[in-house]
């Protein structure tokens, strides 16, 4: 985080929270996952959830009732833009990011396996286990580098894979947006 914008953190919070909008702070927890836990929390409740962020580790959420908003483009990230920009679906992304990469969280990745190749590994096999259960069938590169790096692979599937059911306290209903 900039430092200027650090420095600015509490002065948002303030102003957020004179306007109705409230925040959490759970030191001990990454910020992804507590956003994850609350859009899954409210959807499993059959309540809409946007996310407004730019990253697209937030995009292996998106469903029926969760949307990915990128407020810079004015853009809705939903299971149609996923599909469309990434060739896979919303809970096939946490595989692609393991075999392509996601350099924004410093994950490498399976050499030689770029988004185009993972989206096509994925649409033909569905996931990341029976991709690698036949990795050395696939020829060339690919399928060298995949038998090479299954186990990194596997480790960065689990670092991108967003927690989703963590238990926070929180009851939603205090979370409700009351236009003053």
Known sequence: MPEALKLQMNRFKDVFSEIGVRSVCFPTLEADDIIATLACKVASRSGNAVI????????????????????????????AYVKEKLRVGPDQLVDLFALAGYATNNIPGVPTIGPKIAARLLNELENLDNILSVAYT?????????????????????????????????????FRYMNQ
């Open 138 to 174: 696939i020829k060339g590169k690919p399928g060298e580098m995949l038998c090479k790096h299954a186990e990194e692979a596997r480790l960065s599937q689990s670092l991108v894979r967003l927690k989703d059911t963590l238990e926070l306290g929180l009851n939603l209903k205090s």
């Open 52 to 79: 407004l962020s730019t990253d697209r580790m937030f995009l292996q959420l998106v469903s029926d009732l969760i949307v990915v908003r990128d407020h810079f483009q004015r853009l809705d990230m939903d299971q």
